[in-house]
């Protein structure tokens, strides 16, 4: 490939990603808060307005999903790295093609950064016209669980860990992957279960 060519990639690549981060931010500046998570959708926005580095690269650089909880000033930005066309490999054992990749969850509250965890998975498929599943590989720390799974209907996250009061605490989140429709439970040993549903934003920077 001579170097006229890979320039030509290059700009290619270069300009849809410029393209997709335009998209993602014209969506996310133009979204109309209201209603029961008025208050979460607010603070998403005065964070993407101010061009907060955490926020901006969980949306910008690959799929993610904003799930606003009603009624409090809260949110949880769950992204999935999904490989490229390209990056697919068949496994060690055949008949199959894998990647790995990470996968991240960042829980605000009252617009500051409350929770971040950041797990390595894989996403497999049977050939390139099945539809990629993905499991994290990360073994927990002592005392804490954080897992997701994807397959082509929904994500499902897993997580337990320590709380302030010492206690353990385990959530899950599950969001349909069409609709964005999301469930959420919180379960301590020192407080009531809390439970949250709604629709996340879904941003796609490739597009």
Not at 184 to 207: F, M, V
Request: a negative charge; proline letters at 4%.
């Amino acid at each position: 490939m001579n170097r006229l060519v890979c320039l030509g990639v290059v700009l290619a690549l270069t300009g849809t990603g410029v393209q997709g981060q335009h998209k993602t931010a014209d969506k996310a500046k133009h979204l109309k808060c209201s209603g029961e998570t008025e208050q979460a959708c607010l603070s998403f926005r005065q964070l993407v307005d101010a061009r907060d580095p955490g926020v901006w690269k969980a949306i910008s650089e690959s799929p993610s999903y904003v799930c606003f909880r009603p009624g409090v000033d809260a949110f949880v930005i769950l992204e999935l790295a999904i490989p490229g066309s390209f990056l697919w490999k068949r496994s060690s054992t055949g008949g199959e093609f894998q990647d790995a990749a990470m996968a991240a969850m960042e829980e605000y509250r009252d617009g500051t950064l409350y929770l971040y965890r950041l797990g390595l998975g894989e996403w497999k498929r049977l050939d390139e016209n099945d539809t990629p599943t993905y499991h994290t590989v990360t073994k927990p720390r002592k005392g804490e669980v954080f897992e997701v799974n994807v397959d082509g209907n929904e994500i499902v996250v897993t997580h337990s860990f320590e709380n302030r009061s010492n206690a353990t605490t385990r959530h899950s989140l599950i969001i349909r992957r069409s609709t964005g429709r999301f469930t959420e439970h919180y379960e301590s040993e020192s407080g009531n279960p809390l439970d949250y549903a709604g629709t996340c934003q879904i941003y796609q920077p490739r597009e």
